[in-house]
């Protein structure tokens, strides 16, 4: 495993709560991206507005920086006929994020879904593998420190992707999964999947971090957390991106009702839940990210050196 996800690893056992980044999308629809478009494309055709967003959530207190790779995979990619430059989109994006963060941050490889379901047929699972591989070499040869692996929603599409990221670099692995409360009260992914069964299996396919993104606010999210840790005690670090509440509709745009002192608010009763990365996911923007900083400041043994 390279040094700097070693020292990151190390930093978390140590008992400390970093702050993560937010949305991104959003960021970049402000800053032009219109309908339609590839946004992980920007990484190469507008990678000043890109890196713009990664240094705004450094500015606001950011320890740990995504990066604008969520739909890069080639399965994804060829969508927009640009399989051909998964590799190209995939080490700017690191590399972006990188020249945010510095020396002393830490940058996450964003790997969202395939858009491809295993169970129906849709694509092999060499191929799913294939496509991780790819991926994660790339945000490995541009700087990431860890590959995210975020949005999951099948165990069978995760546990491949931990496995390449595994066999083909040195990047320490994390694996969030998106859960939905059901007509029971029971946290679910759109496959089944409960928070401790995806706890279980990640951490049997090798993950490093394991946690839960999008879908839900600070409120839900602590729920969640509370249920991860019932099959994973600390040290095993949990990571946290959380929508800005539930959002609803008002004329043609999605609002997110949370704000920023509202997510500062709940920020430590997250931490204290069982959260050892926490940062933002829908609807959140560098005002939020500053906002749990300012909240977590105070609870970590020791500030990153």
């Not at 047929?121 to 490995?140: H, I, P, W």
């Not at 997250?270 to 500053?290: K, N, S, V």
């Amino acid at each position: 495993m390279k040094a700097n996800a070693v020292r990151l690893l190390d930093w978390l056992a140590a008992g400390n709560i970093l702050v993560s980044d937010g949305a991104w999308g959003t960021q970049l629809q402000a800053a032009g991206l219109q309908p339609g478009e590839c946004p992980e494309l920007w990484n190469l055709e507008h990678r000043s507005k890109v890196l713009a967003v990664a240094q705004a959530y450094v500015a606001a207190g950011s320890e740990v920086i995504g990066t604008n790779s969520f739909g890069a995979s080639r399965l994804k990619l060829g969508m927009y006929d640009l399989a051909d430059r998964t590799v190209a989109i995939n080490a700017a994006a690191a590399a972006i994020s990188r020249e945010a963060a510095g020396s002393q941050g830490w940058v996450l490889g964003s790997m969202g879904p395939t858009g491809r379901i295993l169970l129906l047929g849709d694509t092999s699972e060499q191929e799913v593998t294939d496509a991780y591989s790819e991926q994660a070499l790339a945000l490995a040869s541009g700087g990431a420190d860890v590959a995210c692996i975020e949005t999951m929603s099948a165990i069978d599409e995760a546990v491949p992707a931990i496995r390449a990221v595994r066999e083909n670099t040195s990047l320490a692995v994390a694996c969030t999964f998106t859960f939905n409360k059901t007509s029971g009260g029971e946290f679910r992914t759109m496959m089944g999947v409960s928070p401790a069964d995806m706890a279980r299996a990640m951490l049997d396919a090798g993950a490093d971090i394991i946690g839960t993104n999008c879908g839900n606010g600070f409120e839900a999210m602590i729920e969640i957390v509370q249920q991860i840790r019932t099959v994973a005690p600390r040290p095993i670090p949990v990571l946290v991106h959380a929508n800005a509440g539930t959002p609803y509709r008002e004329q043609d745009h999605d609002v997110y009702p949370d704000t920023p002192s509202a997510m500062g608010e709940r920020a430590p009763d997250l931490a204290a839940a069982g959260a050892d990365i926490i940062g933002g996911c829908c609807g959140t923007t560098p005002e939020h990210i500053a906002a749990i900083c300012a909240a977590l400041k105070a609870l970590s043994p020791a500030a990153n050196p």
